[in-house]
């Protein structure tokens, strides 16, 4: 069994239904890339993972166990980490405030400086800027500050939306150089992306969302290769 | 003449300390949920008449015991009137959370004017009235001083509650963010819940002052919430330092237009203040301007 499941998931928004029963597995220690065009359903999917969302049909499996009827801080309590779309960083707190907010539901026993050692040794620059509101960290610290606190939660799988977006090349590396980090350490994580080629690159296994549907499932090679991810999401390069 | 002067400024400061105590729940709970409570002054009305009613059931408790409780009770109720009127509206249209809160208040003036009665009351005097003599011939009343200092501290245990704790951060963080708030693990529903229960603890702090002070009745809350509405507006609405400010800023000018021009203008000048401010800074004095969205 997955250590993260998704069996039939359908979710509306009013009459309009985003996803329409979908099937999604992680294993633990995995990155697993869900992509998928703008409007295909990735946010619908993560944000009813971490129950921002209700759900009509199907269900989410997490260690064996239903998230169905859980409020959205509980299921962070369980040890699943969502980094919304957009980051959503607290842009008048400052960096370690938003870093100590994200430790709520986990013991913070020892000293404030072995608390934080992890996040600050993967990202250096916020521990420079960590008395500074978070709203004036240019767009790549953010994103880093949106991991970091993802980190701070102590969490077992982390759901990553478009970490890349709105970042210049040299950003977007650093990031998924944090991202394959963090992962190499043990966190498992489910990377939506639209930046196909970065994401399969460090993807273990991928998924294709379109129009709320599975349309493709495979190992990150097999999706790199397939001439149809190639001619939607990787440009029209040949060969 | 130095003394009337000494003598308006604390009464403008013991009137800015009860509009500040009330404007705080004003601004904390448009911090949090964008929602101007205008059942709040009524809450107001409601701390003062729980601790009338603790002294009149159990003569003799003194105020260390019964302002404490009464703020304990108003706290509950705050916390029960966002659970049951405002909860479930969080995510409609803000108009039906404005309806609701002023049929609410409606709802608490009439219950104490039906449970109690209309006429005004006067608290029993819990507060020493003697006199201290600040300096040659100038004397103040201890009751007013102690009504400043007591506000003030209340004030800023608030202020390193609101910044030094971990539930206060999440009240700011509120602010900025609900959805980002529960992905950090944190009870959404309970944060809005402890802010209600600040905002009415004050209140009622405020509310039995001015009953100490002056007197207090059924339909106290409407006049006294319009004005700490206005200064927190005038402090800029979300800002706990802004809704100080604000108060004591209100009462000043309230107090001199009384003293030295006439207490007919004092309305006047108060609405006055605030168009002129809102005309210069529409977010307040300290409004930070992506807060208001309205
Ligand atoms: N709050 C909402 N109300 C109504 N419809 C919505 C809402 N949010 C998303 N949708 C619709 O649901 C569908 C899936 O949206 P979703 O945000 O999950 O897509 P996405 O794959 O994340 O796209 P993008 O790459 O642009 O972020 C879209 O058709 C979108 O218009
Ligand atoms: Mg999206």
């Not at chain 2, 009524?42 to 601790?51: H, S």
């Amino acid at each position: 069994m997955g250590l993260l499941e998704i069996r039939g998931l359908s979710v509306a928004y009013g009459s309009i239904k985003a996803l329409h029963g979908i099937d999604l597995r992680i294993d633990e220690g995995e990155i697993v890339s869900l992509l998928g065009a703008n409007g295909a359903g990735k946010s619908t999917t993560l944000r009813a993972v971490s129950r921002l969302l209700p759900f009509a049909e199907g269900d989410i499996l997490f260690q064996g166990t239903s998230l169905a009827g859980l409020p959205p801080h509980r299921v962070v309590s369980l040890g699943i980490a969502h980094v919304p779309e957009g980051r959503g960083i607290f842009p008048s707190l400052t960096v370690l405030e938003n870093l100590k907010l994200a430790t709520w539901t986990r013991s913070r026993k020892g000293s404030a400086a072995a608390l934080y050692r992890p996040v600050f040794d993967l990202f250096p620059r916020l521990e420079e800027r960590k008395s500074q509101p978070a709203g004036t960290l240019s767009g790549g610290e953010q994103q880093m500050l949106a991991l970091g606190r993802a980190m701070m939660t102590d969490c077992r799988v982390m759901l990553l939306d478009e970490p890349s977006m709105g970042l210049s090349p040299i950003l977007v590396k650093e990031v998924f150089r944090a991202i394959r980090e963090i992962n190499a350490k043990g966190t498992t994580v489910l990377l939506v992306e639209q930046n196909a080629g970065m994401a399969l690159k460090i993807a273990h296994r991928g998924y294709v969302l379109a129009n709320g549907r599975i349309v493709l499932a495979g190992s990150a090679e097999e999706l790199a290769r397939d001439q149809r991810v190639k001619e939607a999401y990787l440009g029209n390069r040949a060969g | 003449m130095l003394d009337t002067v000494i003598q308006q400024l604390l009464n403008a400061a013991q009137l800015g300390a009860v509009y500040a105590l009330i404007a705080l729940g004003y601004t904390m709970v448009y911090g949090t949920i964008r929602l101007i409570n205008f059942a709040h002054g009524d809450i107001f009305m409601l701390g003062g008449y729980i601790g009338f009613l603790l002294v009149t059931a159990v003569s003799g408790m003194p105020l260390v015991v019964m302002m404490p409780l009464a703020m304990l009770l108003t706290a509950l109720v705050g916390m029960l009137i966002e659970r049951v009127a405002y909860r479930r509206l969080r995510n409609a249209q803000r108009m039906s959370l404005v309806i609701t809160a002023l049929g609410v208040g409606i709802f608490l003036e009439n219950l104490v004017r039906l449970l109690v009665g209309p006429q005004a009351r006067q608290l029993p005097a819990q507060l020493p009235n003697g006199v201290v003599e600040l300096f040659n011939g100038v004397v103040v009343t201890e009751d007013k001083i102690l009504i400043i200092f007591i506000s003030l501290a209340l004030m800023v245990i608030l202020w390193l509650f609101v910044h030094r704790t971990l539930m206060g951060t999440a009240m700011r963080a509120v602010a900025d963010n609900k959805d980002a708030v529960q992905l950090m693990g944190i009870n959404l529903n309970m944060v809005i819940a402890v802010t209600f229960a600040i905002g009415s603890a004050l209140a009622a702090a405020g509310g039995i002052f001015f009953g100490q002070a002056y007197s207090i009745d059924p339909y106290m809350g409407i006049d006294l919430g319009w004005k700490a509405f206005i200064a927190a507006v005038i402090g800029g609405i979300g800002s706990i330092e802004g809704a100080v400010l604000g108060s004591f800023l209100l009462a000043g000018v309230e107090v001199l237009t009384v003293a030295y021009l006439s207490s007919n203008m004092k309305n006047g000048i108060a609405f006055g203040l605030l168009i002129l401010l809102l005309l210069l800074r529409p977010n307040g004095i300290m409004g930070r301007p992506e807060l208001k969205k309205v």
